[in-house]
DNA sequence: CCGTGCCGTCGTGTATGCAGAACGCCGGAA
DNA sequence: TTCCGGCGTTCTGCATACACGACGGCACGG
């Protein structure tokens, strides 16, 4: 399911260049491309099977989305920001998405209130199934059920933004022992307050939500870079 | 003094797409290019005394950014987002700026702290001079500083972005009667709160302040478009 | 042995050419 | 008069060609 696009031109047939970018996002996303791999328009074109034009465009148009870096006359690799920048991005996406969940208890219909809930018994059967594949997935359809449900297009948009540069990094973190109960605790307590109506208390929980997730995602990039500490 | 771009390809020689993106946004935001205005690739090109490529690469650039919808194979034109999506946009910025102004409060340093006082001290003369254009651009700058002071340089991102966005319909805004002077007293609240640091109290400003906006906005708007109203 | 300048190679930046699609216009029919 | 279908124009999308700039290795000098 590709997340909607910023524009819209995902409704007319897609140009190459949008489906090449489309593709490189999801490969960046979803860790097939690392942080840090260069990007060379000529291999890329002949992967595609196309000529550099439509490579050098969907380039450029990933490259305002953060997931690329591009330097002038270097070429583009895929983003690597630094643990600050990360860090930066998560308090900004706990705010955006504790905004999302705000709007959500005011403002969501009764129908959209039945999805959340049908969505949270699903990640609940994920649970108890040990299927983080799976869960992963409806993790991400969970947040998009809430940034639809916030009845602000510019709100998910650049909330969905900010999730998907986060992607690579919060990859593993789910992987983190208990994490996906954990995990799914605290998205009961967010629908909790959602459904209650109570604005503020959902958008604390979203807060924490992410909070734990950035503490865990830190805890796992550290056990991995230093595995030697006794 | 333009806005540092979302990637940092400034410090090398900038390129000649990036020249004429960096152009174009300006026209648009300055409001030489009119909401709906249709970009000819090649007319632009003859504009600019280029081939169509860097045309092309710079619209390619600016479509993410919002400030010109794409249709693949129908060209561009100036971005026109519906009333409602302005509304939406007003909200997420008055969230954002909240945020940034939060940050400020806690975490400025003394020579940040200095700085504001210096703008403030600044637009109160332009306001007494009745400089419009002058407080149109100490306005800008004011603001970010703040985005600077709160140190989440993807804040400061995301915040440029959207200010950008919405400046094509905040152009005429200042003009209201009285609005200048008022907008300095708001300046002057949010930057009290900060020097006290008092987070949620310049939060409130800001949300406050940009609200305001919107309704001078609005209240224009349809003036506007209706000036036969009894 | 190490620092420095030169040169070859690679890759990006830009220009140009061609094919396909979308839109507008015009003529014909109901 | 109004609606519909065919045709031409115009623009975008993509491919290809060329030139400038950047990086790496090598040789020379200190």
Redesign the interface.
Known sequence: MPAAS??E?SK????R??AIAAQLADDIVAGRLRPGAALDETSLAAHFAVSRTPV??AL??L????LV??????GCVVAVPDAN?LA??F??MA?LEA?AAAHCAMAMTPQERRGLERQIACMAAMVRDGDVAGYRAANVAFHHLLYAGSH????AE?ATA?RRRLAPFRAAQLEAPDRMRKSHEEHVAIVTAIQRGEAAAAAAALRAHIDVTERTWVAMAEARTRPDAA
Chains 1, 2 share one sequence.
């Open positions: 910023p524009q031109p007319p047939r897609p140009t260049a949008e050098r465009e450029r148009q490259a305002p989305t953060g870096q591009s330097v002038p006359r270097r920048q930066e991005m308090v900004v705010e905004m602000n297009r510019y709100l650049i900010t």
